[in-house]
């Protein structure tokens, strides 16, 4: 009776494996880093994207994406080494810093 139930929780075990392993990602969004997100509604965000070696700045809302900006990743950390990468940081707080910049024109 214990090896039956040895083998039907080795068989969950194992199906529950095979579920996780078959079920992820085709390879769609292999070299797509999301760098960081701040709201700016109750449904909408600004979302900084990393593909491949472009920085992508999406407005991104209930029904829709659309890009705000694009520009070349070295350019982005060149002129932002404190920017959040690779999800750290604070994004919301960088992107206020950023826009204020910009505003003062500097």
């Known amino acids: 009776?214990?090896?039956?139930l040895a083998v039907v929780v080795a068989l969950l075990l194992g199906s529950l494996w095979l579920i996780k392993r078959l079920s992820g990602p085709r390879g769609a969004a292999t070299g797509l880093k999301v760098?960081?997100?701040?709201?700016v509604g109750p449904r909408e965000r600004?979302?900084?994207?990393?593909?491949a070696d472009?920085?992508?700045?999406?407005?991104v809302t209930q029904g829709s994406v659309n890009t705000l900006h694009t520009l070349p990743a070295e350019e982005f950390r060149r002129?932002?080494?404190d920017a959040p990468t690779n999800g750290g940081g604070d994004f919301q707080n960088w992107l206020?810093?950023?826009?204020?910049?910009?505003?003062r024109g500097g």
């Open 1 to 4: 009776m214990v090896g039956g």
């Open 35 to 39: 760098l960081g997100a701040a709201p």
């Open 46 to 51: 600004v979302v900084l994207v990393e593909l």
């Open 54 to 59: 472009q920085i992508l700045v999406l407005g």
């Open 79 to 81: 002129h932002a080494p």
């Open 96 to 103: 206020a810093k950023a826009l204020e910049r910009r505003n």
